[in-house]
């Protein structure tokens, strides 16, 4: 069982000043569901190397038991500290693919040409296609294999548009991923703020929030077995 999970590379919160990247939580949980189902796990972003943590993901109160096993793990360290150019991955070598959130993918993944080949490779192939959050994002410009938006139809969940206002950071990402979900035809919805809350529509699982990371992962594993 090979997974791939994919991490932003983008590290500036718009024009801010401020950093951004992935969401810690939303990394360490999934991996670590996938690393004790005995998957074998790829890591990759569009530039390779270190993908930035979102530092507000640092804090005290965003830590979990899976971020805590995380700085305590140097192999897992050491393997996000090299993650592969997605260039350099191939879609046919994997059964699923996860995308974590933070609002670094916002600003790359989201606009990536060859992430968004990727998606559409692995979900034409009918392989688990994962986001979680923000991540949601990565499926904006992605097709389905008639040529309509990937999301068109589907039922979807994703960082919502309270959520955003209540990061204050609404004016600041560059589209809300609610709002851009529904824009494609996707059937969206959502749990109250910070609940969580995880749809799956055929091999399209989505999370809406960091709390929904781990039913997320779950469910890719659910879905490879099957």
């Known amino acids: 069982m090979k997974i791939l999970i994919v991490l932003t590379s983008h ?7 401020k950093k951004t990247g992935f969401w810690l939580e939303e990394f360490a949980t999934p991996y670590y569901i996938f690393k004790d189902a005995n998957a074998d796990i790829t890591l990759a972003s569009p530039n390779g190397g270190q993908p930035p943590l979102d530092p507000k993901s ?11 096993r995380f700085k305590d793990d140097v192999d897992a360290q050491l393997l996000l500290a090299n993650t592969f150019k997605l260039s350099e991955i191939s879609p046919d070598n994997y059964d699923a ?9 916002l600003w790359d993944l989201a606009e990536d040409s060859i992430s968004i080949a990727l998606i559409e490779s692995m979900y034409a192939s ?8 923000h991540a949601p994002a990565v499926l904006r410009h992605a097709k389905a294999p008639d040529g309509n938006p990937l999301v068109q139809g589907k039922a979807v969940t994703g960082f919502s548009n309270s959520e955003e206002e209540a990061a204050q950071l609404s004016e600041i990402v560059p589209f809300l991923v609610e709002d851009d979900l529904k ?3 996707a059937n969206y919805s959502k749990a109250d703020d910070w609940q969580p809350y995880m749809i799956t529509d055929g091999n399209l699982i989505t999370g809406q929030n ?8 779950k469910m890719v594993l659910e879905i490879i077995k099957q």
């Open 11 to 17: 590290e500036q919160l718009g024009d801010t000043g």
């Open 58 to 68: 640092d804090e005290p109160d965003a830590q979990t038991e899976a971020t805590q």
């Open 97 to 105: 693919v996860f995308y974590p959130g933070g609002h670094g993918p």
């Open 126 to 133: 009918g392989k688990p296609v994962a986001a979680v959050c």
């Open 183 to 185: 824009s494609k035809g």
């Open 210 to 217: 960091p709390a929904s990371s781990e039913p997320v992962a």
